[in-house]
């Protein structure tokens, strides 16, 4: 793809529970820009302030979680006049908060795991198994299954270290999927196998620990049907150029909507960069895609 403009900032780090990540993906993602032709200069965030370089033509966000995928960056980065990659303000705030992201799927007939909000053990009327997390985190920081009562209050606990209610989602047992959204299309769905455990920050993050077999061995009409609701569960939101949606694919065939990220993750071990690997792109082309198309999109709303 032929570039339109040179100058690029790569915002990185940021305050939140995934800041080592948002590093590395940082990292991934300078590295893959400078190689197909950009000037790039990398921007360490510390907190929730963020200074942005004279003569950046375009913001590459690579901040996951509170700040960086809230809205909040997306606030600050509109308000400066700077096209930036991901979705704009309301969609981010909306995919972060799993509550609201569920109350919209939920409103345009998307299917998603049965959930209710609790702040005591008191107050569960969901039957076990669940999944007990925090509305507000990602990277599956704070998310634990709970398959009996003693389990309960420990994971709830957690939970409430980053805020002050639990979302607890009936759990679906069946195969783990995820599908990279890129330019108004489905990438090829991934489905995640773990060795131990489940798809937790440690799993996520360390070489190995998961298997990623892309494209999912899944029946052709199964496949079609994950990413017809992983790229409606995107568009109801309002999301971006790219983004990627979590799907629980249930053992009668019928998949859930789990979350959408903003802004996934794109490390050696990311998701997304391995599906854009199956349907083409390497990791440079896949960065200079996402720029040059978020670049355009901005200029072309330009009255």
Avoid at 55 to 83: A, M, N, Y
Avoid at 227 to 250: F, K, N, T, W
Wanted: charged share 20%; with cysteine; hydrophobic share 40%.
């Amino acid at each position: 793809m032929s570039r339109t403009f040179k100058k690029i900032t790569v915002l990185q780090g940021g305050p939140s529970t995934e800041r080592e990540v948002s590093l590395r993906s940082g990292a991934a993602v300078a590295k893959a820009l400078t190689e197909s032709g950009y000037e790039v200069t990398s921007v360490t965030v510390e907190g929730e302030t963020v200074e942005i370089p004279a003569g950046t033509e375009l913001v590459f966000v690579c901040l996951h979680g509170t700040f960086g995928e809230d809205g909040k960056l997306q606030r600050i980065l509109s308000k400066l006049g700077i096209p930036y990659t991901g979705s704009n303000e309301t969609a981010s705030r909306d995919a972060f908060d799993k509550v609201v992201t569920k109350s919209i799927f939920i409103e345009n007939g998307l299917p998603t795991p049965q959930s209710q909000l609790i702040s005591s053990v008191e107050d569960l009327t969901l039957e076990l198994p669940v999944a007990v997390k925090p509305p507000c985190q990602g990277s599956s920081v704070g998310v634990t299954l709970v398959h009996n009562a003693e389990q309960l209050k420990t994971a709830l606990n957690e939970a409430l270290r980053y805020g002050d209610r639990a979302l607890v989602e009936k759990l679906i047992v069946g195969k783990e999927l995820t599908v990279g959204i890129l330019d108004g299309k489905a990438l090829p769905v991934i489905e995640i196998r773990i060795k131990a455990g489940f798809y937790d920050y440690t799993n996520k993050y360390t070489p190995g620990a998961s298997e990623h077999l892309c494209p999912a061995p899944l029946d052709p009409e199964i496949t079609a049907i994950v990413q017809r609701v992983a790229l409606r569960a995107h568009e109801v939101l309002g999301c971006g150029i790219y983004s990627r949606v979590d799907v629980m694919l249930a053992e009668d065939g019928q998949p859930y909507l789990l979350e959408v990220n903003t802004v996934p993750g794109m490390t050696a071990t990311s998701l997304v960069p391995d599906a854009a690997k199956v349907a083409g792109y390497t990791m440079p082309q896949l960065c200079a895609l996402i720029a040059e198309k978020t670049y355009a999109a901005f200029q072309n709303s330009k009255p």
